[in-house]
């Protein structure tokens, strides 16, 4: 293939803001807010769990004090209907007096035994319920840092991407002059190459894979013409010749 110097030259125009491209996607790619934000989110994810289920243990503990509280006021109502039957006189058999003494000191020993039971359950709902205030202080906190740090990353993304746009515009003003066929070599290269598909001779060294020519190779590449678009043998990129090549 054969193109004009001055278009190869410019193939290093095109490769420099190839590679600020590239830099710049790197740099989007890698913003430390990307690990920010997944370790943000696993913690807000996690805190979201707890939360839930630390307002159903709240629930089942609600429900269950509400049960407990239920069966002392029925054992409280059958006490006191009891207590009043005796008062009233109304009973006069001592053997009938008797059982219902009996179940009066029963019901009143029922009674003490299901309000401990009530005071266990209002502590552990006490527990219940300044966990989920904590774990929600902490949802909170998580849903804040998760919002900073979108917002940086947002940001960041709309200085980037504002660079990139006018880096583009300048690409398209140096690859209009560069010839079709020599840009499909060149792009063809770049994308074997790691991003680089043309690089410059200077002095003696090819600056894409950086080996040193040996005095018989660079004195094949001066007898080339100087419109003959030039390889490295090592790297196969497109070697583009200066005034400070050495050929």
Do not use: W
């Amino acid at each position: 293939m054969n193109a004009a110097p001055a278009d190869q030259i410019r193939l290093l125009d095109l490769q420099a803001i190839d590679s600020k491209l590239d830099l710049l996607a790197h740099r989007r790619r890698s913003l430390p807010e990307h690990a920010e934000i997944d370790r943000a989110t696993a913690d807000h994810t996690a805190l979201k769990s707890l939360v839930v289920a630390a307002q159903a243990q709240l629930g089942d503990t609600t429900r269950e004090l509400t049960k407990a509280e239920q069966d002392v006021e029925q054992v409280r109502t059958r006490a006191a209907r009891n207590q009043q039957r005796m008062d009233s006189g109304a009973i006069t058999s001592p053997r009938d007096l008797e059982n219902l003494q009996h179940e009066v000191g029963s019901l009143a020993k029922r009674q003490s035994d299901l309000e401990d039971v009530v005071l266990e359950i209002m502590e552990r709902m006490e527990s219940a319920q300044t966990r989920v205030t904590e774990l929600g202080a902490r949802l909170e906190h998580s849903t804040v840092t998760l919002n900073e740090a979108e917002a940086r990353r947002e940001a960041a993304f709309t200085e980037i991407d504002a660079e990139v746009e006018k880096v583009r515009r300048d690409r398209e003003v140096v690859a209009v002059a560069v010839p079709e066929d020599l840009q499909k070599l060149y792009n063809r290269l770049r994308e074997q190459q790691g991003g680089v598909g043309a690089a410059r001779l200077y002095q003696r060294r090819c600056e894409g894979c950086r080996v040193e020519f040996a005095v018989s190779d660079l004195n094949a590449i001066k007898a080339e013409p100087k419109d003959a678009v030039v390889r490295c043998d090592n790297c196969g990129r497109i070697l583009v010749r200066t005034g400070e090549s050495g050929v």
